[in-house]
């Protein structure tokens, strides 16, 4: 994702960073060329693939930076979705826009309301580049799972029991030895504490010992790639495992 470009403007900067997962439809849609639609009467699933979008893929904003429309066109049915047994929480990364991103942890017991993006080959190939391309997430196939559609799936299916992912190997940021579920997200039964990313990241300039403002520590992490790359070192010094039950890894 290094080609889209980052905002000039402070305000615009920080609106990025603190935004994250940025604006979720709480209904399933379709995402055409930079548009959300409304869920059409008929979907074509021909070719695709259920790709779970568990942060700012299941919104249109980031969809739209990685599927440009000026670069081509793109149809992608998003359904919204209930993943069993599972949560979202705050991955061990910052992002060259200043957000610490989301990776996903098997919690039994509860349940996390995320999207399933339907992709074609071509799709899937351009969303590994954004995905993969850093080296924090691996694409993987879960098998095994409960993953609840709000709208009917291919042949009418409202269930899922096998869906793909991107997963970060390196485990969750761990607060107080708990992961920090994404507050964003609506879940049911979480064990553990929620925050948004600005309470994440202001958790991380604490434990970083850094006397600058949040808005002052994001911007800077966002001009400098030493600094970002010193800030996930220091998550990833108390990390914990995340735990991806019966997940197979299919692209490194």
């Known amino acids: ?10 305000a615009a900067r920080l609106a990025l960073a603190t935004g994250y997962p940025f604006a979720i439809p709480d209904r399933s849609y379709l995402f055409e060329n930079g548009v959300a639609l409304p869920w059409p009467a008929e979907v074509d699933y021909r070719d695709r693939l259920p790709v779970l979008a568990i942060g700012s893929n ?4 980031q969809l739209t930076r990685k599927f440009d429309p000026r670069h081509g066109s793109h149809r992608i049915p998003v359904t919204r979705a209930w993943l069993a047994d599972h949560d979202v929480v705050f991955a061990t990364h910052v992002t060259r826009y200043g957000a610490i991103p989301a990776n996903l942890h098997a919690v039994p017991g509860m349940r996390v309301r995320l999207a399933v ?5 071509a799709q899937l190939e351009m969303m590994h580049r954004t995905e993969i391309g850093g080296g924090n997430y691996h694409y993987a196939r879960l098998d095994g799972i409960r993953l609840d559609l709000e709208h009917p799936g291919p042949g009418g299916i409202t269930r899922l029991d096998s869906a793909t992912a991107y997963l ?3 485990g969750f940021l761990a607060h107080e030895g708990q992961p920090l579920g994404l507050a964003a ?3 049911e039964g979480r064990p553990h504490p929620a925050a948004t990313v600005a309470e994440a990241l202001d958790h991380l300039r604490r434990r970083a010992k850094d006397e600058r403002s949040l808005e002052d520590f994001i911007l800077a ?13 220091l998550i990833r010094e108390t990390a914990l495992p995340a ?3 019966r997940a197979a890894i299919l692209k490194r």
């Open 185 to 187: 997200l609506p879940a």
């Open 1 to 10: 994702m290094a080609s889209w470009p980052l905002p000039d403007d402070r």
């Open 243 to 245: 735990a991806h039950d």
């Open 221 to 233: 992490a966002m001009a400098d790639e030493t600094i970002r790359r010193r800030l996930t070192a």
């Open 58 to 61: 299941q919104s249109p904003e």
């Open 117 to 121: 993006t339907w992709l074609d080959p």
């Open 168 to 170: 970060s190997p390196f």
